[in-house]
Nanobody, 116 residues
Framework: VQLQASGGGLVQAGDSLRLSCAAS????????MSWFRQAPGKEREFVAT????????NYGDSVKGRFTITRDNAKNTVYLQMNDLKSEDTAVYYC??????????WGQGTLVTVSS
């Protein structure tokens, strides 16, 4: 199983960015896909999840209303659209496959830096 995250970069506050996570080696449609992030000196934080069976996505309180998670099961890819970025969104963003409490696989992370 491999998860390849991409799309990070340096942006200014208020900008938008879309992260992608391409999965291989698993039956993508069977897995809940999630995004987490970890800022320097802080613990890993839940960002968003899109469940394997569809339904409403769930978001961490700090990103509700600004971030949107979507998945394209035909492309085995999950996306994170991030709007109105803030300096506190600066972190390494990780995608994960499987149960939220104990994912079976983590991606390698992609760095998002938001300058104020």
């Amino acid at each position: 199983v491999q998860l390849q995250a991409s799309g990070g970069g340096l942006v200014q506050a208020g900008d938008s960015l879309r992260l992608s996570c391409a999965a291989s080696g698993l039956t993508f449609i069977d897995y809940t896909m999630s995004w987490f992030r970890q800022a320097p000196g802080k613990e890993r934080e839940f960002v968003a999840t899109a469940r394997w069976g569809g339904g409403r996505a769930n978001y961490g309180d700090s990103v509700k209303g600004r971030f949107t998670i979507t998945r394209d099961n035909a492309k085995n890819t999950v996306y994170l659209q991030m709007n109105d970025l803030k300096s506190e969104d600066t972190a390494v963003y990780y995608c994960a496959a499987g149960n939220l409490a104990n994912p079976i696989k983590w991606g390698q992370g992609t760095l998002v830096t938001v300058s104020s």
